[in-house]
T-cell receptor
Framework: GAGVSQSPSNKVTEKGKDVELRCDPI?????LYWYRQSLGQGLEFLIY????????KSGLPSDRFSAERTGGSVSTLTIQRTQQEDSAVYLC????????????FGQGTRLTVV | AQSVAQPEDQVNVAEGNPLTVKCTYS??????LFWYVQYPNRGLQFLLK??????LVKGSYGFEAEFNKSQTSFHLKKPSALVSDSALYFC????????????FGSGTRLLVRP
């Protein structure tokens, strides 16, 4: 596609429910990132996929968070048993390859846990 | 460990004056450095990057950044600020000798007053 696409753009869920956030990276991009941005805050790294290598999960805040990337393309971030502190904008980014290329960001999914 | 520091939460300048947004980094090897901008309710947009070569890098919207290896800094600059430059600015680094993931600073809010 023309850019990184994320869906849904907004999600309101009840505390304790599971949610799935989707990211379609730019076609051909081998690297994919998930970040979390809380209100007015910086970008918190969550997870990083690079090609067929094992993902870097070092930023996932708890075992309620997981992500997968199928076929080296689409990625899904899953949050189980959501808590109010999970409320944030979840940003996905992709880049053509590792190294010198910049990452392109989607518009994000705004998650609100009530 | 890789890290990026943006020491100023907010920078205030008058329109027409030069602006500087500071960034320092810490990596184990050679860095690739990036600046991104986030306008209100928008995703992150790439501004410029340093890979190698000239220490002064020019980017979008009249912005430039100076790479200083001895001071491990990559400050963002613009000779004449516009009110429309008011936004949240993020510095980021990719450590080529480490995991290649993209690490962001905490962000600096730039406010340009008329």
């Amino acid at each position: 596609g023309a850019g990184v696409s994320q869906s849904p753009s907004n999600k309101v869920t009840e505390k304790g429910k599971d949610v799935e956030l989707r990211c379609d990276p730019i076609s051909g991009h081998t690297a994919l990132y998930w970040y979390r941005q809380s209100l007015g805050q910086g970008l918190e790294f969550l997870i990083y996929f690079q090609g067929n290598s094992a993902p870097d999960k070092s930023g996932l805040p708890s075992d309620r968070f997981s992500a997968e990337r199928t076929g080296g393309s689409v990625s899904t971030l899953t949050i189980q048993r959501t808590q109010q502190e999970d409320s944030a904008v979840y940003l996905c980014a992709s880049s053509l390859r590792i190294g010198d290329t910049e990452a392109f960001f989607g518009q994000g999914t705004r998650l609100t846990v009530v | 460990a890789q890290s990026v520091a943006q020491p100023e939460d907010q920078v205030n300048v008058a329109e027409g004056n030069p602006l500087t947004v500071k960034c320092t980094y810490s990596v184990s090897g050679n860095p690739y450095l990036f600046w991104y901008v986030q306008y209100p309710n928008r995703g992150l947009q790439f501004l410029l990057k340093y890979i190698t070569g000239d220490n002064l890098v020019k980017g979008s919207y009249g912005f430039e950044a100076e790479f200083n290896k001895s001071q491990t800094s990559f400050h963002l600059k613009k000779p004449s600020a516009l009110v429309s430059d008011s936004a949240l600015y993020f510095c980021a680094v990719r450590d080529l000798d480490s995991s290649y993931k993209l690490i962001f600073g905490s962000g600096t809010r730039l406010l340009v007053r008329p």
